[in-house]
């Protein structure tokens, strides 16, 4: 998905966040999320949580959006024509409906409900995604993971991949990056990760083993779930610094409690992150953006996406700094 807004240096821009302590001492973040319309203003809106000013990235995830469920018929569903990506990996995971992808590297795709699409920008890709026509209600989100610097110009890839799903006490997991519950994605990745969809029954209660090594971020997508003694509504994302070993997710709705679980080892490199764009430096955004304006071979052209590319953005008026998290407590 292509940060469509026309001035998307505001991305450093935060949201409320609350943060209370587990009986265990755990500290948890409530990060809220933003609206961000995908395109005009009439266009489908999406819920954003990371990046935000409180916290850049949850390990190696730097951006997260959450969308619907929304009636395509009222939005006009996702309609993203050619855009660039440099830096970064993207993951494409819904909830109900279907999404054409195609790419530079010549894949023609469908990202349907529980199965994975993951795509390397490295140096350079652009890609399109279309909601198909006989999508009525699209819900889903869409993430990026931040690529280190020795692996920032890795080659484009597209890689697929469907979990079985696994049930825990009161749950359903799907492991779509890393391990959880037993199951481990065969989805290669350039820094150790953790992606998954839970989902809690009603009034249940599950606890997972997870790495101390990784901090955490659980994004609620519906339900009201209680991460350790912290209470999580939909579209608030809970982050949990890295040391916890254990994580309790209780569901306090009468009805499933749908989830989706984020982690990795904390990044620590600084990252520049503008438009669809990350680098290190002012100048590599530069590059990149002058690179596409030209229609360099750097991105590559899409073959059978019927219209024009998405134009980038004008520069902000001054240098952009690096992102990086608040100071570890």
């Not at 679980?261 to 680098?279: A, Q, R, S, T």
């Amino acid at each position: 998905m292509s940060n469509v807004e026309t001035e998307p240096a505001e991305l450093r821009c935060g949201t409320a966040v609350e943060e209370s302590r587990s009986a265990e001492g755990a500290r948890v973040e409530v990060l809220s999320a933003r609206e961000v319309p995908l395109g005009g203003p009439r266009a489908m809106r999406v819920r954003r949580t990371l990046p935000q000013r409180a916290r850049t990235l949850i390990g190696a995830w730097c951006f997260a959006d959450h969308y619907g469920p929304g009636e395509v018929a009222a939005t006009g569903g996702m309609n993203v024509p050619p855009h660039p990506h440099t830096g970064l990996q993207t993951v494409s995971w819904l909830f109900r409906g279907e999404i054409e992808h195609r790419d530079t590297l010549g894949t023609h795709a469908l990202v349907r409900p529980g199965e994975m699409n993951l795509m390397t920008g490295g140096h350079g890709i652009a890609h399109s995604e279309v909601s198909t026509p006989d999508t009525t209600v699209l819900h889903g989100v869409q993430l990026w993971v931040a690529l280190p610097e020795r692996h920032r110009n890795a080659d484009r890839d597209f890689q697929h991949h469907v979990p079985e799903p696994v049930r825990v006490d009161g749950a359903e997991v799907r492991v779509f990056l890393g391990s959880l519950a037993g199951s481990t994605s065969p989805v290669r990745s350039f820094t150790p990760l953790l992606g998954a969809e839970i989902t809690v029954e009603a009034r249940g209660e599950v606890t997972f083993s997870v790495d101390p090594a990784f901090e955490h971020g659980l994004l609620v997508d519906s339900g009201d779930v209680r991460l350790a003694d912290t209470l999580l509504r939909p579209a608030e994302l809970g982050y949990v610094p890295r040391g916890a070993g254990n994580l309790t997710l209780a569901n306090e709705s009468d009805a499933p409690a749908r989830t989706v679980l984020l982690g990795g080892p904390p990044f620590e490199e600084e990252i520049v992150m503008w438009w669809n764009f990350i680098g290190r430096s002012h100048d590599d955004i530069v590059k990149a953006r002058e690179a596409w304006e030209a229609s360099s071979d750097r991105f590559g052209v899409i073959e059978g996406f019927p219209g024009g590319r998405l134009p980038a953005p004008a520069l902000p008026n001054a240098v952009i700094t690096p992102r990086r998290n608040p100071p570890r407590g």
